[in-house]
T-cell receptor
Framework: GAGVSQSPSNKVTEKGKDVELRCDPI?????LYWYRQSLGQGLEFLIY????????KSGLPSDRFSAERTGGSVSTLTIQRTQQEDSAVYLC???????????????FGPGTRLTVL | AQSVTQLGSHVSVSEGALVLLRCNYS??????LFWYVQYPNQGLQLLLK??????LVKGINGFEAEFKKSETSFHLTKPSAHMSDAAEYFC???FGGGAQKLVFGQGTRLTINP
């Protein structure tokens, strides 16, 4: 596709349920990021994948959050036992990684709006 | 700790007036600086970026920003506002080393008055 896509666009779930959010990055982009946008916390980094390197999980707020990236492309963010404070827009971005010295543009998807009742 | 501060959560200007959105950063290493725009119900779009080349950076839609190391600032400007500029604007920083993650400011919502 032409850009980063995310699914679903909206997700409503009940407290305590698990949810999976999907991100399809731009073809050929080796770096993939997850961010969370919420009213109280603004835009927060969650996790970053680059090639075959170990992901940077430093932004994950709790062990209920996890993410994987299969085949170096599609990524899934999983939230277990959702809580109301997990309600937010989850944004995915990808970039063409050219090395640590470069700061390449991150292209963002439209986001998944998660509402936990 | 590295951080980004955007002064003013809401800015309102008249159509045709100067737009000035303020961003200050705190960093012990040379930063890479970005401005993103977010239109309603859309993802973030890059306006411009500073990566240690020219200190005055020109971006899309007539926006530009100037990196001032002495003031640790990267303010965003546009000489003449258009109605279509109404959106939320985020300043973001990426710091030295291998980490590519962005640290965002709290955002500034820009309103354009006719």
């Amino acid at each position: 596709g032409a850009g980063v896509s995310q699914s679903p666009s909206n997700k409503v779930t009940e407290k305590g349920k698990d949810v999976e959010l999907r991100c399809d990055p731009i073809s050929g982009h080796t770096a993939l990021y997850w961010y969370r946008q919420s009213l109280g916390q603004g835009l927060e980094f969650l996790i970053y994948f680059q090639g075959n390197s170990a992901p940077d999980k430093s932004g994950l707020p709790s062990d209920r959050f996890s993410a994987e990236r299969t085949g170096g492309s599609v990524s899934t963010l999983t939230i277990q036992r959702t809580q109301q404070e997990d309600s937010a827009v989850y944004l995915c971005a990808s970039s063409l990684y050219r090395g640590a010295a470069e700061r390449n543009e991150q292209f963002f998807g439209p986001g998944t709006r998660l509402t936990v009742l | 700790a590295q951080s980004v501060t955007q002064l003013g959560s809401h800015v309102s200007v008249s159509e045709g007036a100067l737009v000035l959105l303020r961003c200050n950063y705190s960093s012990s290493v040379p930063p890479y600086l970005f401005w993103y725009v977010q239109y309603p119900n859309q993802g973030l779009q890059l306006l411009l970026k500073y990566t240690s080349a020219a200190t005055l950076v020109k971006g899309i839609n007539g926006f530009e920003a100037e990196f001032k190391k002495s003031e640790t600032s990267f303010h965003l400007t546009k000489p003449s506002a258009h109605m279509s500029d109404a959106a939320e604007y985020f300043c973001a920083v990426s710091f030295g080393g291998g980490a590519q993650k962005l640290v965002f400011g709290q955002g500034t919502r820009l309103t354009i008055n006719p």
